[in-house]
């Protein structure tokens, strides 16, 4: 079609008056093309530069989050909690124990380093989704060796972005952490996927068992002597150790090996006997995923641990000392996720920024006598640390390999190895 446009000089006051001469009638030659448009996208010649909203974001407490998906396609539910690291999120996707959550990132730029295979944690990706502001549209990291989308498509996990990350935070904070799910089919209505996630729940699941390895196996990678920053006033003696696999990082692994740790990890049922027999110098309780009330099992193998020799809780593993301990754990309102969480050392005074990923706490009250709370998260008070000495026992809750985050919290794998040294030498 042809369309006509003649242009005239517009009207200036005096003091702006143009030359009208300049202005000059002119024709503009338009052609159409036909396009017929399905949904959200046209069919035809041209297409939309932009991606368009494909996703939900459907909470149990009845709200929408329309956003733009990456990596898998599906429909996933899983509980919602926000991290507040400014970075590591490859280190974050391969935490097992963000199994059957969506982690939602509050720093809101996020993809820029793509991923590469030194920074993983763990043989794949546990968590259920990735909920984020504003995927980056190119990387920019010499290590880089995949796009952060490729990365989750190929491992079969969802990522949603383009969606007000701000909003859901204030929301769990105040109403605690949300049962959700993620959904690109069409196909499901809101009122489908609003009943999915009030009929699941993650309370009294058994996680770990689906985190654990199978076999036991032998560590012997230490810290890359590139990246560790604390090998000062190491003797060269070496400890026997085994780590029980609750959803261990590789990186606790890494540190434990750097202090002259040889290593052993076994599965999350391995039985108590077994670990005796090997005679080890100490035992690690590792970090893992979920309620350690729905895994009894575990508390057993604890118990039976205990007194023995000595050990070393972490996360999941401190939890599990406190029940084995007798006392009690809780989940928290949304629980701790991020890098920036400061705790005090009772003990020293010290103050601590800590790497935290945990959704239970232990009640310190209704530990026994004897029991020393060792650490204090300085936001609300909860428990960090224990130690009972005629135990001999210490657990954190919280990561002192720091992957991500600061490395503040590193030198309590000395302390561990001090606590091995002691025994050893009762012993001789």
Sequence with gaps: MECAMFVTAPQFSPRFRLNSSKFRPFTINCSSVPLSVSGNSPV?????????????????DGSIWRAKSFGASGTQVGEVVFNTSLTG?????????????????TNPHIGNTGVNFDDEESRQCFLAGLVI?????????????EELGDYLASRNIMGIYDVDTRAITRRLREDGSLIGVLSTEESKSDEELLKMSQTWDIVGVDLISGVSCKEPYA??????????????????????VVAYDFGIKQNIL??????????????????????????????????????????????????EIIGKIPVFGICMGHQLLGQALGGKTF?????????????????????????????????????????????????????????????????????????PGPHDSD??????????RQEKQKKQ
């Excluded at 002597?225 to 003797?235: K, L, P, T």
């Design 44 to 60: 035809g010649s041209l297409e939309r530069p932009w991606k368009v909203a494909d996703a939900r974001l459907v909470l149990e």
């Design 89 to 105: 999120y490859q280190e974050i996707l391969t935490d097992p124990s963000y199994a059957g959550q969506f982690v939602l990132m």
């Design 133 to 145: 502001r504003s995927l980056s549209i190119s990387t920019s990291n010499w290590r880089c060796k």
């Design 219 to 240: 560590w012997v990678d230490r810290t890359n002597s590139e990246w560790d920053f604390n090998s000062n006033g190491r003797d060269g003696e070496t400890f026997q």
């Design 254 to 303: 890494r540190r434990l090996a750097s202090y002259g740790c040889k290593i052993v990890v076994v599965p999350s049922t391995w039985p108590a006997s077994e670990v005796l027999k090997m005679k080890p110098d100490g035992v690690l309780f590792s970090n893992g995923p979920g309620d350690p009330s729905a895994v009894p099992y575990a508390v057993e193998t604890v118990k």
């Design 331 to 403: 989940k928290m309102k949304f629980g701790h996720h991020g890098g920036n969480h400061p705790v005090r050392n009772i003990r020293n005074g010290r103050v601590e920024i800590s790497a935290q990923n945990h959704n239970y706490a232990v009640d310190p009250k209704s530990l026994p006598d004897g029991v020393e709370v060792t650490h204090i998260n300085l936001n609300d008070g909860s428990c960090a640390g224990l130690s009972f000495p005629e135990q001999k026992l210490m657990s954190l809750q919280y990561h002192p390999e720091a992957s």
């Design 411 to 420: 030198l309590v794998f000395a302390d561990f190895v001090q606590l091995m």
